[in-house]
Every structure is written in structure tokens, then in C-alpha cells.
């Protein structure tokens, strides 16, 4: 059985006060389940804009959309998450990436590390907050036990690897630094590497099941086999997959809109771009069965827009609900 949708909203505007609110509001009439925040410098503060969204909503969910490791340690970070956690009451969904964007740390003056860097820093991390917030001394305590839900971003094996053992969510960028390139923007894959990056995960995922019966299987000594496998894989399930969307845009003129966006992504054909989730071409229904379509292939069942396509977002979320 499909996994059911959910939709969030990247929010990355703060001109007020009153306006961040009403925003927020906004987004959670329209049907958004996620109320989203990146980290970037010149973006409002994550976990201070999710608390302010918190006081004026009740329904939707929080999250990072997703952290910079790279600005963060991880005793600091424990800290804030489960006390942004405790003050939202429990609507949390922490998110966490690498980073990619080699001048915010220069400006902030800290260290861009190799992305093999990048990526042990990440997974420290997230092992020594699996430490933390589920150690019953540590002060401020989560309201969620034993954590927030933790989604992991990114599409290279190490991190995909990572994602599979700690994750409750793997998000998907479709679109990857090249080896050539000054670190920043990143350029788009195709449809069939996309998928590839996904069945990838669902490899790494499997591996680390294995991994987590075979050790429970070790320790229970006595049990049956049987035993412990249900001991090792209790309370879990697969992954929920996300992917953010880059462009959602209403037009009866589908074709003629990926030819104008060609240029912007040179190494994909016509088809690959109508066939990308990473865009979303057409009437409010058509979009709807594109999701269908994308879940059906890739697994996707939670998708994130960018602010400025909130309204337009809104009726496709109409289409879908209760999908």
C-alpha cells in the first residue's frame, strides 16, 4: 500500500514579526502538514522562526529544511533541538545536511571541510544527538521520546549510508556538485540517476536491517532467531522518502515551459525535464498525477515546495488530500 502524502513548505522570507505569522497561518489553512526553515546566513534562525510558528498553529509539523552541520556542534545543537522541541510541543522534525555552500562559512568564518569531511562531521553528529536526547539525564529534555524524528538530506553513498541506519525520513536533492565545479551550485541529474540514487538507499537500508538482526540475534543469546529478529526491527518501519520541488508553476503549456527551462539544466532532454520531479508543469490536476506518477517510481510520498510556490502549491494539495 502507498505511503500516504504529506506536503511542507520551505518558509524563507522574515520581514516582520506579525507578517511571519500570518504566514504561517496562511500555510497551515492551505493544507501544508510541514512548516519548514532552511539555515543559511541572510535566512531567518530556525529554531527561533519554529517557535514563532508554533504559537499561532497547532496542526502542521516543524522542521529544519535542513540544518548546515557546519554551523553547529553537537552538544549545542542537543541543546536547541530539545529545547525547540519541548517549547512546539513535540511537533519537531529535526533535518540535518552537510552543507554545501562554501562562502557562508567564510563569512561566518568556520572551516568547509572536504565533502568526506563534511560527511564525518555529519555522522558524528548525529550519533553523539542519538546519545544525547535519548539519555534521560540530559537537561532540557525533548518532548518526543525517545527523539524528534530525524531526516537526513543529501545523494551520495555515505550519506545515503547514514541515513539508512539513523533516519525516520531521506530527502533527495536530484542534484549533485560537479567534480569540476567551485563549490555552490549544484546542477541537476536525470530522472533514471535519481532513481538509481533511490534504489541505492533502499540497498544501504537493507544492509543495515541485516546488520541490526544479525547483532540482535548475537546478544540474545537464548531467544530463538525468530525472537530476535522481532526484538531488533520493533517500533521500526522504511524510511519515508522526500523530495523538494523546485518549481511549481500552472500553465497549459507544459512542453513549451521545459524547453525554456533547457538551458538551466543542458544535459537532460525535453522528456527527463517533464519527467523530473524536481519541476512541476501544468493544471492543478495534471500536478497532482505527476506526484502520483513520482511516488508510484521513486517512493516519494513527502514533498516540499519553496515559499514563493506556497499559493500555487495549495491546489494540488487540495487534489491529493486524504491521497
Same mark, same amino acid.
Given at each position: 500500500?502507498? *505511503? ?8 524563507? @522570507? ?6 511571519? &505569522? ?6 497551515? &489553512? ?25 504559537? =499561532? ?16 556542534n553537537?552538544a ?6 530539545? @529545547? ?45 544527538? $542519538? *546519545? ?12 518526543? @521520546?525517545? *527523539? ?9 553513498? *555515505?550519506l ?14 536530484g542534484?549533485?556538485q ?18 538509481? &540514487? ?7 537500508a ?10 540482535? #540475534? ?29 518549481? =511549481? ?10 524547453? $525554456? ?19 512541476l ?23 516540499? =515546495? ?5 499559493e @500555487?502549491?495549495?491546489?494540488?494539495? #487540495? ?5
Amino acid at each position: 500500500m502507498a *505511503r500516504p502524502f504529506r506536503f511542507g513548505v520551505n518558509l524563507l @522570507t522574515l520581514e516582520s514579526a506579525p507578517a511571519w &505569522r500570518e504566514k504561517c497561518r496562511r500555510a497551515d &489553512r492551505l493544507g501544508y502538514d510541514v512548516l519548514l526553515v532552511p539555515d543559511h546566513l541572510g535566512l531567518p534562525a530556525p529554531f527561533a522562526a519554529l517557535v514563532a510558528a508554533a504559537e =499561532v498553529t497547532e496542526r502542521p509539523r516543524l522542521g529544519t529544511f535542513v540544518l548546515n552541520l557546519g554551523f553547529w556542534n553537537p552538544a549545542l545543537l542537543a541543546r536547541a533541538v530539545a @529545547t525547540c522541541d519541548a517549547l512546539t510541543g513535540g511537533r519537531l522534525e529535526l533535518g540535518l545536511g552537510a552543507g554545501y555552500v562554501k562562502a557562508e562559512h567564510d563569512s561566518a568564518g568556520l572551516p568547509f571541510g572536504s565533502p568526506r569531511e563534511r560527511v564525518d562531521h555529519l555522522e558524528r553528529t548525529v550519533r553523539e544527538l $542519538e *546519545r544525547l536526547l535519548t539519555d534521560p539525564e540530559q537537561q532540557p529534555r525533548p518532548a518526543q @521520546t525517545p *527523539r524528534p524524528p530525524l531526516l537526513l538530506g543529501g545523494n551520495g553513498n *555515505r550519506l545515503l549510508r547514514v541515513a539508512a541506519r539513523h533516519a525516520e525520513i531521506a530527502a533527495f536533492t536530484g542534484a549533485v556538485q560537479a567534480p569540476d565545479d567551485a563549490p555552490g551550485p549544484m546542477k541537476m541529474i536525470s530522472p533514471e540517476a535519481l532513481e538509481e &540514487r533511490v534504489a541505492a538507499f533502499h540497498r544501504f537500508a537493507a544492509e543495515a536491517e541485516a546488520e541490526a538482526k544479525t547483532g540482535a #540475534e548475537a546478544k540474545t543469546g537464548a531467544k530463538t532467531g525468530a525472537e530476535a529478529t522481532a526484538g531488533a526491527t520493533a517500533g521500526a518501519g522504511p524510511a519515508e522518502l522526500n523530495y523538494l520541488i523546485q518549481m =511549481v508553476e500552472n500553465t497549459d503549456a507544459r512542453r513549451a515551459k521545459a524547453r $525554456e527551462l533547457k538551458p538551466y539544466a543542458p544535459d537532460l532532454t525535453e522528456e527527463q525535464l517533464l519527467d523530473h520531479p524536481a519541476l512541476l508543469l501544468g493544471s492543478p490536476k495534471d500536478m497532482a498525477d505527476q506526484l502520483r506518477a513520482h511516488r508510484e517510481r521513486f517512493g516519494f510520498s513527502y514533498f516540499t =515546495v519553496l515559499e514563493h510556490h506556497m499559493e @500555487t502549491f495549495a491546489p494540488v494539495i #487540495e487534489e491529493l488530500h486524504g491521497a
